[in-house]
Nanobody, 123 residues
């Protein structure tokens, strides 16, 4: 599985960005795909996540109502996970990472990370 993020950049407060995470590889029958973010010196923070099957989406309180997670192509070899970010503020400045986790049988889990894309909110 390979995850490649794009769409980051510099945006003014109140602006919008749309991040994309292109996934390639054999799809799992069950998984959680997520966006995390991290600023230097702090732990990585979960922003939003979607589960398959079921399609349940969860957001952190700090982004609820402003960010929207979506995906296309369902559960196929190639699919994309999006994060629409509206009404951005300085506290949203971070490196955003795409993540996927799937059960591997027993206690084992498969986990994958993208390389991240930087989002900077500044006037």
């Amino acid at each position: 599985v390979q995850l490649v993020e794009s769409g980051g950049g510099l945006v003014q407060p109140g602006g919008s960005l749309r991040l994309a995470c292109a996934r390639s590889g054999v799809p799992f029958n069950q998984y959680t795909r997520s966006w995390y973010r991290q600023v230097p010196g702090k732990e990585r923070e979960l922003v939003a996540a979607v589960t398959y099957p079921g399609g349940n989406v969860e957001y952190s309180d700090s982004v609820k109502g402003r960010f929207t997670l979506s995906r296309d192509n369902g559960n196929t070899v190639r699919s994309t996970l999006f994060l629409q970010m509206n009404n951005l503020n300085a506290e949203d400045t971070a490196k955003y990472f795409c993540h996927e986790e799937a059960p591997g049988g027993g206690e084992r889990k498969y986990t994958y990370w993208g390389q991240g894309t930087q989002v900077t909110v500044s006037s």
